[in-house]
């Protein structure tokens, strides 16, 4: 056998049993135990505290509300939406109590009205909307109802409510076009407001023949916008000018 | 071969002695050297059986997580951006979020505006923009958890990866803050600890997964706009979400098979 073969045996296996001890140094702990990774790190982060509950443990003492709030339009506004983290206040409901804003400062967060806001999303105004008087002397943030049944669709509607305000119908109600059952204001989404559904209804304004104010621009029924209804082109809460 | 052992002779130098003494010096240095790490091997080995501890009762192979969220019914509102910073240790200053929320809008001469302040937590100040609105709606943000994730490939150390239920983690404690992740993610959905000094992210909340409940974003959003649950499985919150909603992902053409499902997407999102 050449000298050189034993020599160079002895280098690759150095060179090997070399990498296996510097791997087991470099590489760390449960590093591939699961995958392309430390599995400890996963025990970490399960380990880390948590802050918000959850609102079913909410429910395990206070059921009274819970049930309140569940059958209201707050249905969906977990507890500690307004009322903040409360994993401590659950571990020690005595010592830890959690805050119940009050001011008018915090309806608004969600409630002021924001024109990129959903349409149909319930939004006030909260400089005009009764100033100075606590949001809960109203309402009950467990259950929320208008006092009264809102006069205005604005009350819930107001980004349309808001635009029609500086539109060509300004004078025009709600109603003139969309036929409302008073149901509709205890159940908004049970009882749904009607809608115009051919061209004709808004022909009583608009068409050439129609008995309207003669300010109002009139337009030939039978030949304008071929088949396509009104609103297909035109957006009757704000009507474009020409 | 005289020139070439002459050129030995010459290059080596000291005489021939001396040659061989060095050989049986590195030999027998070698020969030491090899017995002690192989025995300080076999202890590490040992160490390594030990294992890991998991959680108990929860089974990650089980899941698989995804999130929804419902571009129509976020109000803007900030309570996502301000539960993740409490739940998760997210600290205050502007510039760390796990998620957020972007308001667009979008104006009548085609300019698109684009407006995050704080991340949203504090809610939307009137919108400042000086041509008339066309069309304007908010979009809550954050990692996407993808599928095929960027930050995870690009990790020269192994220190970020995906969860066998699809959560993409940091691993702090072996992360070397290169920031080869922040750079990588098209989402800009990662951030630098300025305390810790590694990558930080959104973990899906999942020291909250593995007990049953939902993300702190998810707990708090009081328009149910955020939708968490199974991918996978038929009946379950995000599954309905997928089947009755057209859905979009961010940035499909990355490739990154996000997991962050959108419905009511605009266009102009980016």
Redesign the interface.
Known sequence: MPQQVPRLV?LFA?LA??F??AR??LV????G????????????????????A??RECADCHDDIAEKRLASH?S???C??CH??GAEHAEYPDEVELPAPRERGFCP??H?Y?????TG?PQIDPVIHNPLEPCMSCHDPHAPEPPEVPEECGACHGQIARQKAVSHHVTLACTTCHATEEEHKIMPRLVRPGKPVDRSFCGTCHDEDADSPETIPRIDLATHGEDYRCWQCHYPHYPETG | MAGEGGRVEAGCGPPVEHEVDRREFL?QA?RA??GV??L??VV??Q??AA?????EGYEPSEHYYGMGVDV????????CAK?CK???DVPLEPYYFNTWIE???IQTDGEVVVDSPNGGLD??P??QSEGE?QR???VPKLCNHCEDPPCVQVCPV???????DGAV??????CIGCRYCIQACPYGARWFHPEKHVAAKC?L????L??G??P?CV??????ARVFGEVEHRATPLARFMRLNEIQVLKPHMNTKPRVYYANLDGEVR
């Not at chain 2, 129509?72 to 309570?79: F, H, N, Y």
């Not at chain 2, 909340?205 to 909250?208: D, F, L, M």
């Open positions: 002895v150095v049993v070399g296996v001890v087991q140094y760390p702990d449960t590093f135990d699961v995958g392309h990774y430390r599995a400890a790190a996963v025990t970490a982060i399960v380990a880390r505290e948590k802050s918000y959850g609102h707050h969906g506004v977990a500690e939406v903040g983290p967060l969600c002021r924001d024109p990129s806001r959903p999303f | 030999e070698l050297g090899l790490p192989i300080l091997g590490r080995i160490d390594l294992g890991e501890a998991r959680q129509e019914r976020c109000i803007g509102c900030g309570m539960a409490t739940e998760n308001r667009y809008v809610g939307f009137r919108a609105i304007t709606f908010f192994g220190a970020t990866f995906t969860t066998e983690l940091v691993d702090e404690e072996y973990t909340c999942y020291h909250r593995v007990e409940l939902v702190a707990e708090v959003c009081p328009t149910g």
